[in-house]
């Protein structure tokens, strides 16, 4: 087969495009998927979800291994790792979830063709087939092109990735876990796999250049992870830049903005200082589309400047999101099948995933007051929750922002640990447009860690039950 016509032509087969080829395929449209590597993109193979269960390694190991007794009474001594077997069951993990998307794809008759896709024109594209077709260039032509190509690691002109400076991709390699890892970038990726890496046993060092981690969160949300990480034996040095590896390779070399200079022993450096979308060598030239900064540009159903054109996920913008790629793939399918859709979402939660966990959905005070609005503001810390004090867990809090007036929820936030479950209820009640008398009214299983919403409502209502007022 060298030649293929189609209705939707989809490349990448990340979150954004396995789930904008499964909804096309669901409303009937011809769809084909092409996709390079495995499916499942980086999310799958060498993102979110290895990432996730080198978390949950990392806490049991944490939790086995702990040193300290329990207030509760439990005291381990020691507890043995065998990181070959962490690396292969999360390499199973992954291989279950890459085939259930293929699985996904052939029950909705999309077609996936392994293999380069390459941009002729807007309509057509050329594919380097990797399985069937024995290397044989394959001419596709379709009425619908959706761009879903991703994005990849910065690299950093001082410290060029090789030898013992690695992108996150190669972290889900390593045959053991480093005995000092230096991080260079305190954002998503470097704080969850420097946490992860630390319970593991490695020294670890964040090198961050802005004034503290985790720049995009605001302070008062930082502030406990912060602590647990000092807490946990994680050195973080903020305000720092890094200049290079000594002649060596075994130092890296950084400087404070005081001009002090810092020397820090690595046998791995993990470089997480952002990601780029992926715009390379595959014909991006050939099209005609506008960018938004280093982005494709798109409107509010994913069309890009081009007619027949769309793209979705990483490559389209910020935030670079597993979950907003789902649901812009999920969009794309529809608006192309012609129904009525539009990007109309209220908030994309942010969460990371570390010890506790942040959540973010919504404006957080201080956006909410830059953009002129009079606002009430409602607290609830963990340390109050029958369930946190029941499962040892009290470490920070629930914050909400309403606006002053109508008491319309603006923003949810909150810290502490599995909070990400919460993400949800908080996504949910932005969507609803609800007020705080909406959440005031909802009645919260007891006991459970979900209460500290309704508090933090009531905090901002002053109507609180299981908080002194100020
Ligand atoms: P990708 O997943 O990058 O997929 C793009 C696919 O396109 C790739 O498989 C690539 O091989 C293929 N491709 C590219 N060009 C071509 C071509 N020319 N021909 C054929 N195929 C091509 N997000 C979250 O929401 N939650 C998390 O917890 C989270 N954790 C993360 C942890 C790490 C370590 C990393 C690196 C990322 C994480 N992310 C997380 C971000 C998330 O992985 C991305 O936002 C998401 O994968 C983007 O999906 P996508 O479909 O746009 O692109
Ligand atoms: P990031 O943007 O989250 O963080 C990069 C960090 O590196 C920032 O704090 C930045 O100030 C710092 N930095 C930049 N240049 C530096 C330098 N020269 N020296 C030291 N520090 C420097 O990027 P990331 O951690 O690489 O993650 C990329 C993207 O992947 C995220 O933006 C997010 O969209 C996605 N992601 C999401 C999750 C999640 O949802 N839990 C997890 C991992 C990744």
Redesign the pocket.
Known sequence: MTELHCSVLVVGGGPGGYSAAIRAGQLGLDAVLVEAATLGGTCLNV??IP?KALLHVADAYAAANAREATPFGLTVTSAQLDFTQTTSWIASVVDRLDAGVAHLLAGAHVRHIHGWARCVDGKTVVVETHADGAGKPLTITTEHLVLATG?R??E?P??PFGGRVIP?DAMFALDDVPERLVV?????????LGTAFAKLGAAVTV????AR????FDDELVRPLSRALTRSGVEVLTA???QGLSADGTIVV?QRTDGSTVELRADTVLV????LPATEEWGLEELDLERSGPFVWIDGQCRTSMAGVYAIG?LSG?????HRAIAQGRLVAEVIAGRRRGWDNVCVP????TDPEIVSVGLDPTTARASGTEIVVGRFPFSASGRALATDATDGFVRVVARADDHVLLGIQGVGTAISELSAAFALALEMGARLEDVAGTIHAHPTRSEAFPEAVAAALGTGLHLTTP
């Open positions: 993102g979110c990432s994005s690691p910065v950093l001082a410290l996150s260079v970038g305190g954002g998503y990726i470097g704080i969850e090198v961050e250049a802005t981690i985790l720049p995009g720092t830049a890094v950084a997480t200082v952002g990601r990483d910020e935030p670079m999101l597993a942010a969460v990371v995933f």
